[in-house]
């Protein structure tokens, strides 16, 4: 089956989800300041879950798939990379290792879901590894290899998250977000008050009103709203429309975003390499989602099947205008 193009729409509202999920980390950190990390996690979903269970009919779908999106994309995913950046990963190399979630969707989705890649695909994908990598070779050193394989698990987390999100096929993609929310609120509770205990959770609301706990607050806000309800929204509406194979690439361009927002706010310098390493994975972003075709592209059936018959002259044996031509 010949893939649709995605549409310019399409294509900036992906990276409109790379940008909002590259200050995100941004956010992390400044919550991290305040709260123990998988307390974190809960507060943030459960934040969300309250409104959600008392307000928005559950979507329409098996779940299995809602299940699977909520411990794969909220649980795994949160609880590994919170508990890698409270134990040292840095804010910047954990938006960077993070998305190898990209290739594992594509693979994954590969194996299992057996949707085709064509050559430009696996070219631009190839890329944008090769792009993350030069990256990363320009920060070894600054994590432990603990936090680092931490990270990794939440990449597989989100990976296995993106393909039930994929299967579920929601009607309204926007339930399914915030129903997702609902998943991870009890398990990772349990694993607050087991981990962390009640003291450190009760500690964690005192000084809310110092400059510390209102970033706090600010970064929860936006983990939560432009993060889980407006990234996580889009994501799931493109992948309805498309192969996890063609969205999951522009994730990839979360890293991009972070170290240029890191440039720009925090004054962080940028090497050649990560420069060069970042112009690499927009490419191979752009080539794995069809944004610059590699070669002829292949006509598209639906597009021929919605084009009209041409008229035929009276005797209906001649398109009108091959008489003419003759």
């Known amino acids: 089956m010949i893939q649709r193009a995605m549409s310019t729409r399409e294509r900036l509202l992906a990276i409109l989800v790379a940008v909002l999920w590259g200050l995100n980390f941004l956010a992390i950190h400044l919550s991290l300041e305040q709260f123990p990390p998988f307390f974190l996690v809960a507060l943030r979903f459960a934040l969300l879950a309250v409104p959600t269970v008392l307000l928005i009919p559950r979507p329409d779908v098996p779940l299995r798939w809602l299940l699977g999106y909520g411990l794969g994309f909220g649980t795994l995913q949160f609880l590994f990379l919170y508990w890698a950046m409270a134990t ?3 804010t910047g190399l954990a938006s960077l290792v993070l998305q190898s979630s990209a290739p594992m969707t594509v693979l994954l989705g590969a194996t299992l879901l057996r949707e085709r890649l064509d050559r430009g695909q696996v070219i631009g994908i190839l890329l944008a590894v090769a792009g993350l990598t030069a ?6 050193g ?3 290899l603990g936090p680092f394989l931490l990270t990794l698990l939440g990449a597989l987390g989100w990976a296995l998250g993106n393909l039930s999100n994929k299967l579920a096929r929601p009607s309204k993609p926007m339930h399914l ?16 008050l087991w981990v962390e205990g009640p003291t450190a959770i009760g500690a964690s609301f005192v000084g809310l009103e110092t400059q510390t706990g209102l970033l706090a607050l600010a970064g929860l806000g ?15 509406w493109l992948l309805t429309r498309h192969p996890s194979s063609r969205i999951a690439p522009f994730s990839m361009l979360v890293p991009v975003v972070g170290l240029l927002t890191a440039w720009a706010v925090l004054g962080e310098t940028l090497t050649a390499g990560e420069l060069a390493g970042a ?3 927009v490419l191979g972003v752009l080539l794995g989602s069809g944004a610059v075709p590699l070669g002829r592209r292949r006509p598209d059936p639906e597009a021929a099947l919605a ?13 009108i205008g091959v008489v003419g031509a003759r």
């Not at 983990?223 to 889980?228: A, D, N, W």
């Open 88 to 90: 040292g990963m840095p």
């Open 135 to 140: 990256i990363g070779w320009q920060q070894l």
């Open 142 to 144: 600054t994590a432990a």
């Open 177 to 192: 977000t915030l129903w997702m929310s609902v998943v991870p609120v009890l398990p990772m509770l349990a694993v607050s």
């Open 222 to 236: 936006y983990t939560m709203l432009f993060g889980t309800v407006v990234g996580s929204g889009i994501w799931t």
């Open 279 to 281: 112009g690499v994975v």
């Open 307 to 319: 084009e009209p018959a041409p008229l035929r002259d009276e005797a209906g044996t001649e398109p």
